[in-house]
T-cell receptor, first 114, second 113 residues
Framework: DAGVTQTPRHEVAEKGQTIILKCEPV?????LFWYRQTKIQGLELLSY????????DGGAFKDRFKAEMLNSSFSTLKIQPTEPKDSAVYLC????????????FGHGTKLSVL | GDSVTQTEGPVTLSEGTSLTVNCSYE??????LFWYVQYPGEGPQLLFK?????EKGSNRGFEATYNKEATSFHLQKASVQESDSAVYYC????????????FGKGTKLSVKS
């Protein structure tokens, strides 16, 4: 079975640009998560969807970050406008619909904002 | 809200020595506890999970016991290898219908031969 696929693997943006990161979850998984990973803060939740409905939106990230589930097998994370402090690895994960289930992570997108 | 605190890294060990990564948590619910491991260039992957208090989880020589009284879930390994070099994350799911995980900040382990 294919795992979680994220594209691109690397993204370089100028300050003020709009960037869109993409994610394809594991087939059949109903839950999808976006996390931001930095060395200082570790893994922070940006958004959580269940069957395409938004379950949770990371409070600190509502301003310039917008995640969407276009269909059950494709999600995007838009950052608009980008700032240098957004430089991080953005991870997408999916799981079956259960609180006890493991999360399957993609390889992540490394974003650098100049 | 939920929170997880773990040993601040980096941690550097010699091959064959023992490892302990401390993890403590706060939640008002009855959580399932997880350890994830992340190798360079990859996403985190499950090491093991423990859904019930007072039970032990283990995988690849790593183990941790869910201590509800102490709200702890310390990761241990008796003899580390160079291939164990990675970042280790403690996490919890607070239960109910919500599947999100709250993670600690991660502990980077480097094992020298």
């Amino acid at each position: 079975d294919a795992g979680v696929t994220q594209t691109p693997r690397h993204e370089v943006a100028e300050k003020g640009q709009t960037i869109i990161l993409k994610c394809e979850p594991v087939s059949g998984h109903n839950d999808l998560f976006w996390y931001r990973q930095t060395k200082i803060q570790g893994l922070e939740l940006l958004s959580y969807f269940r069957s395409k409905s938004l379950m949770e939106d990371g409070g600190a990230f509502k301003d310039r970050f917008k995640a969407e589930m276009l269909n059950s097998s494709f999600s995007t994370l838009k950052i608009q406008p980008t700032e240098p402090k957004d430089s991080a690895v953005y991870l997408c994960a999916s799981s079956k619909q259960s609180s006890n289930e493991r999360l399957f992570f993609g390889h992540g997108t490394k974003l650098s904002v100049l | 809200g939920d929170s997880v605190t773990q040993t601040e890294g980096p941690v550097t060990l010699s091959e064959g020595t023992s490892l302990t990564v401390n993890c403590s948590y706060e939640t008002k619910q009855y959580p399932t506890l997880f350890w994830y491991v992340q190798y360079p260039g990859e996403g985190p992957q499950l090491l093991f999970k423990v859904p019930k208090a007072n039970e032990k989880g283990s995988n690849r020589g790593f183990e941790a016991t869910y201590n509800k009284e102490a709200t702890s879930f310390h990761l241990q390994k008796a003899s580390v290898q160079e291939s164990d070099s990675a970042v280790y994350y403690c996490a919890l799911n607070s239960g109910g219908s919500n599947a999100k995980l709250t993670f600690g900040k991660g502990t980077k382990l480097s094992v020298k031969s």
